[in-house]
């Protein structure tokens, strides 16, 4: 258990907890700052972010871990059932209330717009690592002659 704490989970919680905070806070200073002094949602708004957070975190684990060299195909391979896992939720949440008409939509936007953020950074922190680390293998040839 403790490999899988310092192997993956502890970075996973780690960003789960700062992802749902940072969310929480600016869905809060929204709400305030239009003059709504409570969650016109109440607890289930809580535990329906909680649940998009761990899918979303769910989705960057992986992007950055599934084998599949091509960056852009693993992209692909982790948007598509994510997605559908995200629609699945709202779809759930349409039993314990009525959905807004733009639920979907809203779902897919947000969604859509912050995986193609997370990708973007992504793929930027691995084309550095992959030219850094071309870079110092080229560096300790010039060393080793």
């Given at each position: ?27 809060s ?43 852009f195909i ?17 779809w ?7 959905l ?46």
């Open positions: 258990m403790k490999k899988i704490w310092n192997g993956w989970l502890k970075d996973s919680v780690f960003m789960y907890c700062i992802i749902y905070t940072i969310t929480t806070l600016v869905n200073i929204a709400y305030l700052t239009s003059g709504t002094y409570s969650d016109p949602n109440g607890n289930w708004h809580e535990i329906d972010r909680a649940l998009i957070v761990l899918i979303g975190v769910i989705a960057y684990k992986m992007a950055t871990k599934l084998p599949i060299k091509n960056i693993r992209m692909i391979v982790t948007y598509i059932p994510t997605m559908l896992l995200t629609f699945f939720y709202i759930l949440t349409g039993f314990r209330e009525p807004a008409s733009s639920a979907y939509h809203d779902i897919f936007i947000n969604y859509t717009g912050l995986f193609l953020i997370i990708s973007i950074i992504t793929i930027v922190l691995e084309k550095s690592k992959s030219r850094n680390k071309k870079r110092d293998i080229k560096e300790n040839k010039i060393r080793t002659k």
